[in-house]
């Protein structure tokens, strides 16, 4: 375990080098605003809460793409630039990277089955974000305030508060199965009891063709055929 640093000005770098190390501790290198640069060895799996708080200058953080929990507020106002590599993450906590300006793309695998709330507010440079884990849970306003944000694919049975918020840039939202499969479920137990002429015809028009595949999916199986 990686422990007792916290608040050291003077740590510029630290490097794990083969050290068989499995875990940062809480608190661990919080507020070492002099820290640029880390280097986590392959055996590390988790970031403790706090660990990296407030280390402002940090902006180069190498092997993170092996860790699979990454804590509450792990890297908060931290100066990590461009692009986070979470290959191999399985739950980022709330606050995990909030305030980290420099982020332009985040890398997020399918293995992934929490992203916390506020997990990436205020990434202000944050350009691209996929994201393509089943039933995944995100949290409310987990990339507010990312103001760069033009582009984000993410597949989740619920979009909750805020998750967009203020994200002046976003042009493209690409939903995924999970998001239609969660309404076609709401529309079927709407819809429980309802007996449907077999001659029924309805002419649907879709906003700009929005809704065009889950409505059509739904009329067809609530037993609307024309």
Do not use: W
């Not at 875990?23 to 988790?46: G, K, Q």
């Not at 804590?71 to 979470?86: K, P, V």
């Not at 597949?155 to 998001?179: E, M, Q, R």
């Not at 929005?210 to 409505?215: K, T």
């Amino acid at each position: 375990q990686a422990h007792g640093l916290e608040g050291m000005d003077r740590l510029t770098y630290i490097d794990f080098g083969d050290a068989k190390l499995t875990n940062v501790d809480n608190f661990a290198f919080r507020f070492c605003e002099s820290l640029s640069n880390v280097t986590f060895p392959e055996t590390l799996t988790n970031i403790g809460r706090y660990a990296f708080y407030g280390c402002k200058n940090l902006k180069k953080v190498t092997g993170i793409e092996n860790v699979q929990l990454i804590n509450i507020e792990a890297f908060y106002g931290c100066s990590i630039e461009g692009t986070l590599n979470l290959a191999g993450v399985h739950a980022v906590g709330d606050y995990a990277f909030y305030a980290n300006h420099n982020i332009e793309e985040v890398i997020i695998p399918d293995t992934i089955r929490s992203v916390g709330a506020f997990a990436f507010t205020d990434n202000t440079s944050l350009k691209t974000v996929t994201i393509n884990a089943d039933k995944l849970k995100i949290g409310n306003y987990v990339f507010s305030g990312c103001k760069s944000l033009e582009e984000i694919t993410v597949n989740a049975p619920v979009i909750p508060t805020g998750a967009f918020y203020n994200c002046s840039s976003l042009k493209y939202v690409t939903i995924g199965k999970d998001v239609d499969d969660a309404y076609i479920k709401s529309v079927r137990e709407e819809s429980m009891g309802v007996q449907i002429p077999h001659d029924l015809k309805v002419l649907y028009t879709p906003l700009h063709g929005s809704g065009n595949i889950p409505v059509r999916r739904i009329l067809s199986e609530i037993g609307v055929k024309n």
